[in-house]
């Protein structure tokens, strides 16, 4: 198949170089593994515009008749790639927003490959009348992929998908970079991610009485910070370690903190994983869009707390801190289960399943 990845920015520079295997392969959503099965695939990126005539008329005449997060600048965007898509098979968005602009020109015959959306976090915004219409016709010209089941059902319901085209799909990181360090690990516990559904507040008052020194790593605003909390401001678009750096973050690290508000969308997948092939011991919230399913289990594998519960998770740090031996067994069980169920590798050959339907 000829297939092209879309993304909002960040990789098409680094394509060259994922496909050589320099650097983790799961920044690219399956791109890297689908092109090494023989796939010929290319990797565009799609930013938004700052300033465009096109997205400012789309926003003025269908500001309230858009698809969920889906705006004038996502159409924009999605245009300049427009002729790089014309032999395509398949085209993979890899957002709801870039996802849905692509189902907009592809209403209007300038996308003819088949549609593949990569979703995430639509179920958070409520739906009706004519932007509920909008989006169940964006979304019905695709091919609907999820990481977890947690949302499918509402995707189904409210967003009008047909069930047949909604995949869930667990999302996978790479085993064979993200693996565990040969030294013991230092004196701090780490937590990393810019997602919206972080919950950073919640990690903050967890490691402050009494005090247990932690890094986190993100470009999140963050409440104000005790002398034993460090900031370090970054994501993956500019970011301020190296991939290899933070994979020695990850190794460094006495545990990693997955805090999370509760949401239906499965978030921190990418940083569990990573840091669970590291071989490090993962806090993480059980929260309604948990994606973990049967395979990862809770007091083995990983530690799951209540969302929002500080002195839960302050519960679970303080079992692990106290007790070498259980952080080093979890961190073995954890490096097995990201092996099992969280390779990006599976996460691509279930993509290429959905990539290779057809149509209608």
């Known amino acids: 198949m000829k297939v092209a990845f879309v993304f909002a920015g960040g990789r098409e520079a680094r394509w060259k170089e ?7 392969s799961d920044f690219f959503y399956g791109a890297v593994e689908m092109a090494r099965a023989g796939h ?31 705006r004038g600048e ?6 300049r790639v ?18 849905n602009a692509l189902a907009w020109w592809k209403s ?28 169940a016709a964006a979304m019905a010209r695709q091919q609907v992929v999820l990481f977890a089941e947690s949302e499918r059902e509402a995707t189904v319901q409210t967003c009008g998908v047909p069930a047949p085209r909604v995949h869930a799909n667990a999302y996978g990181v790479d085993v064979d970079f993200w693996t565990p360090g040969s030294t013991p690990p230092g004196d701090y516990v780490l937590s990393v991610g810019n997602d919206g559904r972080r919950d950073y507040a919640t990690l903050v008052r967890a490691v402050t009485s009494p005090p247990v020194r932690t890094r986190i790593l993100t470009r999140r605003p963050l409440p104000e910070l005790p002398a034993h909390v460090e900031n370090l401001r970054g994501s993956w678009h500019a970011p301020v370690v190296t991939d290899e750096e933070l994979r020695d973050l990850y190794r460094g690290a006495l545990a990693v903190i997955v805090p999370l508000e509760d949401s239906l969308q499965p ?12 071989g490090r011991p993962v806090i993480l919230s059980r929260t309604r869009g948990l994606w973990t399913g049967d395979g990862i289990v809770d007091g083995r594998d990983l530690l799951l707390v209540e969302p929002g519960s500080p002195g839960d998770l302050r519960r679970a740090l303080d079992g692990l801190l106290a007790d070498p031996a259980r952080r080093e067994s979890i961190g073995r069980c954890a490096r097995e289960a990201a092996m099992r169920h969280g390779n990006i590798a599976d996460f691509a050959r279930r993509l290429t399943a959905v990539c290779a339907l057809p149509e209608s």
């Open 40 to 70: 010929d695939v290319i990797c565009l990126d799609a930013p938004d515009p700052r300033r465009s005539p096109l997205a400012a008329l789309y926003n003025l005449l269908r500001d309230r008749q858009t698809p969920v997060r889906t």
């Open 108 to 135: 209007l015959g300038r996308v003819r490959a088949r549609l593949v959306g990569i979703h995430c976090g639509h179920v958070n915004f409520p739906l009706a009348g004519a932007r509920q219409q909008a989006t």
């Open 82 to 99: 427009l002729a790089r898509l014309r032999d395509r098979d398949v085209v993979v968005a890899a957002s709801t927003s870039h996802a």
């Open 74 to 79: 996502h159409i924009a965007a999605t245009r």
């Open 267 to 278: 978030s921190g997948q990418s940083v569990a994983l990573q840091a669970m092939a590291c």
């Open 18 to 24: 994922a496909r050589e295997g320099k650097g983790p």
